[in-house]
């Protein structure tokens, strides 16, 4: 027996633990879990209202034909469905992809789309096949989470853009631009959600879309434009992709996860022709190809159903949900907070008075079981704090209605002891009983 067998196994977990921490890459140190995921135990308690998570509602997905269309595929198409595919991606859906794309101005050829595992997958190629330990991204302040995570594992530094209700400023980009250059840097993209910005809510004035991209163009920086939300606009209304506007500078991620379903992990890229050779690649060394039977079920179902009146009962579905939550918010929340009103999508992002800290208050909020995701969670630079995103996507209407009710009772209690005590931040947690979401 060796000295190490000998030695009770609890200790021989921690030097393990001790040993892979060394072996880690550098890069790891920036894989840390994101806020929501780690607010996801805590916020799926049934008595808690989550204002949480970005979950797509799809009570309204017609289950008994998707039966019948997955039993076809396995039946006439198994032998292809269950085989490795195209790293690629199956060609018909790339060709039907370019159809979807073609209902927000793109023009593009098949050969320029490559299918992902979500577009998760491609935020996370683009990256790195990009960006080099040090490389600025741009991202509009606040940011996708899940973009600022794979921003984070490849060591980029994220400089953050301001927004206002009509999306990304151009002049907040110029000087942005300027201050990075000036330092020194190297800029690699500009990563933005120009459509009912997740967490933001807003979207970018189409007079404002040509403006970003002479910015980018003049400044060789490439745009990445990530639209997951662009076909659910609730007045119908979709918006020229910048991609339309630019076929050299732009790559387009594209997504089915809240048109279709997001456990198929279905999404793709759109690139210029030179950097699509590389993102291929690049997806060919991480997954080999993306799932064959999900691309084929999507295919099947975008060809055999009508799926754009499914995206209409989406809309339909999301902006009830709306409704609730803005009027909800009209009614209850305190005097100085201010949110955005999206026309589409999933999210309202709201600011609270000075004074208040949204991660502190978090914990006091889900003893009054409400949860929300803290605006910090959306920047890489500690910012946010003021700030929260509410999602509508999920909950019912009544639902909205009561985590909002309940929101109102949290804040109007957090100014009071803010007016009490001062600073809430630097005083004792309350109900320091319920695990920290940060925790949990
Ligand atoms: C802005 C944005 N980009 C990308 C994604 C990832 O989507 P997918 O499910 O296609 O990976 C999301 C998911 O919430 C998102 O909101």
Redesign the pocket.
Known sequence: MTSQESQPPQQNRGRSLDAHLNRYAARTAGMTASEIRALFAVASRPEVVSLAG?MPNLSALPMDSLATEVARLVAEDGQVAFQYGSAQGVPELREQITEVMALEGIRAHPDDVVVTV????A?DTVTRIFCDPGDVVLAEAPS?V??LGSFSAYQAEVVHVAMDDDGLIPDALRAALEAVHSAGKRVKFLYT?PNFH?PAGVTMAVERRAEVLEICARHNVLVLE?N?YGLLGFDDQTYPALRSMDEENVVY?G?F?KTFA?GL?V?WALAPHAVREKLVLASESATLCPPTFNQLLVSRYLATHDWQGQVKTYREVYSERRDAMLSALEQYMPPGCTWTKPDGGFYVWLTVPEGVDTKAMLPRAVTQRVAYVSGTAFHGDGFGSRQMRLSFCYPTPERIHEGVRRLGTVLRDELELLATFGNVAQRPQLGSESPSPDTA
């Open positions: 970005g979500g577009s998760q997958m935020l996708y899940g973009a959600i997740n990530d997951p991620l997504s996860s997001p992990r999404g």
